[in-house]
């Protein structure tokens, strides 16, 4: 069982940046997949990033977003800069315990999550 607890989220103006931070406890950090999610009401979820044990990174990371990962503190990270509106939503940081390597972007692939984080960005 992992336990992960996001932090990190706020109001922010347009162009600013922000790092969301997840920290893991419960099982060995560094032997599974993270991922980082967001979703807007009324919207399904959007897969973000994710990152393996090893720090290989998923191919639809975007230009904006920077995911990390520092094992020894069990601890994540998803790094926005240039914020926009659209980026609006909770942000979830999720692990996939099944794997240490496999960057799949499905949610359901994920079986822990956090409680998620509220990222606001204004005009």
């Known amino acids: 069982q992992v336990q992960l607890v996001e932090s990190g989220g706020g109001l922010v103006q347009a162009g600013g940046s922000l790092r969301l931070s997840c920290e893991a406890s419960g099982r060995t950090f560094s032997r599974y997949v993270m991922g980082w999610f967001r979703q807007d009401s009324g919207r399904e979820r959007e897969f973000v990033a994710a990152?393996?044990?090893?720090?290989g990174l998923s191919d639809s990371v975007k230009g904006r977003f920077t995911i990390s990962r520092d094992n020894a503190k069990n601890t994540g990270y998803l790094q926005i800069d240039n914020l926009k509106p659209e980026d609006t939503a909770v942000y979830y940081c999720a692990a996939n315990t099944r794997t240490s390597y496999s960057l799949s972007r499905r949610a359901e692939d994920f079986d822990s999550w956090g409680q998620g984080t509220q990222v606001t960005v204004s005009s």
């Open positions: 990152i393996s044990w090893t720090g």
